[in-house]
């Protein structure tokens, strides 16, 4: 059974910090990654999608790692800004229990950022 | 980019009574969605897959009679939540995807439902 964890669980640091938020999973036989944010109250906005055989997917301020073989991807975010303050998630798409093809997610219990100007 | 919209956003409702909650893909044909429970400062939990046109399939532990899904479109699943009671009180979270096929798509989320159960 997948089991998803990140680190840290809370994270708080000064405008313009660069900062790194870690994931890791049990079973390497992903699809792929995903790390998405969620705002209080709201639900999920897909931020990156690394394919499990990519090594790294980047937009704007953001880049994500992957690395398989030791189980654990990393969210790197550049010049932190008050806006980034979210909970983030990441989430192992593995197999169902039935193997069958669409898979699933499986969540970590999220990163909570806050970024204090 | 992709939406998903759900509704309502908020429902507050006597015990007892049953509440539907809607997931709409706005853009784009969803084969395959996904409904999530989340409790409070915890992660998504995942309760139930469905394929347009198929019967959902159920996680370890989750009611199939507690909570009806129909997936009855390529653009909308509703998820009723039957005889509601407090301890269904919960943040609930729809998601969808292109393509049953294709793990590989992302999954596009909707802003969730949060149902209070007096």
């Known amino acids: 059974k997948q089991e998803v964890t990140q680190i840290p669980a809370a994270l708080s640091v000064p405008e313009g910090e660069n900062l790194v938020l870690n994931c890791s999973f049990t079973d390497s036989a992903i699809y792929n990654l995903q790390w998405f944010r969620q705002d209080p109250g709201k639900g999920l906005t897909s931020l990156l999608l690394i394919q499990s055989s990519q090594r790294e997917q980047t937009s704007g301020r953001l880049n994500a790692s992957l690395d398989k073989s030791s189980g654990r991807s990393t969210l790197y975010i550049a010049a932190s800004q008050p806006g980034d303050s979210a909970t983030y998630l990441c989430a192992a798409r593995t197999f169902n229990a039935g193997g069958t093809s669409y898979g699933k997610l499986t969540f970590g219990q999220g990163t909570i950022l806050t970024v204090h100007p | 980019g992709a939406v998903v919209s759900q509704h309502p956003s908020r429902v507050i409702c006597k015990s007892g009574t049953s509440v539907k909650i809607e997931c709409r893909s706005l853009d784009f044909q969803a084969t395959t969605m996904f409904w999530y429970r989340q409790f409070p400062k915890k992660s998504l939990m995942l309760m139930a897959t469905?394929?347009?046109?198929?019967?959902?399939?159920?996680e370890q532990g989750v009611e199939k009679d507690k909570f009806l899904i129909n997936h009855a479109s390529l653009t909308l699943s509703t998820l009723t939540v039957t005889s509601a009671h407090p301890e269904d009180s919960s943040f609930y979270i729809c998601?969808?995807?292109?393509?049953?096929?294709?793990?590989?798509?992302?999954?596009?989320f909707g802003d969730g439902t949060r149902l209070s159960i007096l």
């Open positions: 469905s394929n347009e046109g198929s019967k959902a399939t159920y």
């Open positions: 998601s969808a995807q292109r393509g049953a096929g294709d793990s590989n798509q992302p999954q596009h």
